[in-house]
C-alpha cells in the first residue's frame, strides 16, 4: 500500500514537473510588455486593429503609437511574441519586478530613482518638455517660465514632468493626476490653466482637441537632465534582455524613429 502512494506521488510530481516545463517554455515564447495605453502618441487605447495596433491582454480593445511599434520591433528581433499589458502608471516598476510584464516600453525616462529599482536599454527617444493651455486663454502666448507666474499647473503623477513645475516663480502648483486624459478634461473645464509635458503628448493634445494650444518655452524653458528627457525600455535588474534590446535598437535608424513618431502622431485617435 505504501508503495503504491509513493508511486502515485511520485507519478504527481512528475505530471506537475511536465506541466510547469510546458508552461515554461509557452511563456517563454512571448515578450509581455507594459504601458499605460493612454499616452499619446507615445501609446493609447483603441477599438481595432487598424494601423498595426495590437489587442490588449484581457480585453476586446488595441495599443497603438510609437512605444507599440517600438515593442513590435523589439519583440521580432528577439523572436517572440508581443502582448500588451494594460498597466496603470504608477503600476509599471512593481509589475516589472515582480515577473508580471518583462519589459517597461511607455515613455519612461531612466532617471536615478527609477535605476535604483530596475535597468534601462539605451534611449529609444529624446523630447523636450512644453506646457499645454488653452487657447485663447491668458497663457497663449507665453513664450518663458516667467509668463506662467500664478497659473495653475500640473503634470502626471510620478513623473519629473512634476518635479520641474517649482522652477516656475510664483506658480500655483495644482495637485498631481494619474493619466494626461484627466489632465486634459481638467483643462478643458478649467480646473488648471495648463499641464508639463513632452513635445509628442503637446503635439497629439493640440491634434486631439482645438481648443488646446502647445507652448514651446523658446525664451527661457525649463532646466532639465539628458535622463529626464530621455526615453528607454525599462528591464529587469541584471537582465540579459538589456545587450539584446540594445542591438535591436542600433537597427533602428534615426529616420526611422522620426518616422513612426510622425506615423504615431497622425493615427491617434481623435479624443484620447
Known amino acids: 500500500m505504501k508503495k503504491r502512494v509513493l508511486s502515485l506521488v511520485l507519478i504527481m510530481i512528475l505530471c506537475a514537473a511536465l506541466i510547469a516545463g510546458c508552461g515554461a517554455k509557452k511563456d517563454d515564447k512571448i515578450l509581455r510588455v507594459g504601458m499605460e495605453c493612454g499616452y499619446a502618441p507615445f501609446n493609447w487605447t483603441q477599438k481595432d486593429a487598424s494601423n498595426g495596433a495590437v489587442k490588449i491582454e484581457g480585453s476586446n480593445e488595441y495599443a497603438g503609437g510609437y512605444d507599440v511599434e517600438i515593442a513590435k520591433k523589439i519583440a521580432e528581433g528577439l523572436g517572440k511574441e508581443l502582448?500588451?499589458?494594460?498597466?496603470?502608471?504608477?503600476?509599471?516598476?512593481?509589475?516589472?519586478?515582480s515577473g508580471k510584464i518583462d519589459l517597461i516600453i511607455a515613455g519612461m525616462s531612466p532617471t536615478p530613482e527609477r535605476l535604483e529599482q530596475i535597468d534601462f536599454s539605451d534611449v529609444y527617444y529624446e523630447s523636450d518638455l512644453v506646457i499645454v493651455v488653452k487657447k485663447g486663454g491668458p497663457f497663449e502666448n507665453a513664450t518663458s517660465l516667467k509668463d506662467f507666474k500664478g497659473a495653475k499647473i500640473t503634470a502626471q503623477l510620478n513623473t519629473f514632468h512634476y518635479t520641474v513645475i517649482d522652477q516656475i516663480e510664483g506658480v500655483d502648483k495644482q495637485t498631481a493626476m494619474d493619466d494626461f486624459p484627466a489632465m486634459r478634461v481638467a483643462l478643458e473645464s478649467g480646473i488648471i490653466d495648463g499641464y508639463v509635458t513632452e513635445r509628442p503628448e503637446g503635439v497629439s493634445a493640440e491634434a486631439a482637441n482645438s481648443n488646446f494650444k502647445m507652448v514651446e518655452l523658446t525664451d527661457g524653458g525649463f532646466e532639465t537632465s539628458p535622463e529626464d528627457t530621455a526615453i528607454a525600455v525599462g528591464?529587469?535588474?541584471?537582465?540579459?534582455?538589456?545587450?539584446?534590446?540594445?542591438?535591436?535598437?542600433?537597427?533602428?535608424?534615426?529616420?526611422e524613429r522620426i518616422r513612426l513618431m510622425d506615423d504615431a502622431i497622425k493615427n491617434q485617435p481623435a479624443a484620447d
Request: hydrophobic share 45%.
Open 83 to 97: 502582448v500588451i499589458v494594460k498597466t496603470e502608471w504608477t503600476g509599471l516598476l512593481p509589475a516589472l519586478t
Open 235 to 255: 528591464v529587469k535588474k541584471g537582465s540579459e534582455l538589456t545587450a539584446r534590446i540594445n542591438e535591436i535598437l542600433k537597427g533602428i535608424s534615426a529616420e
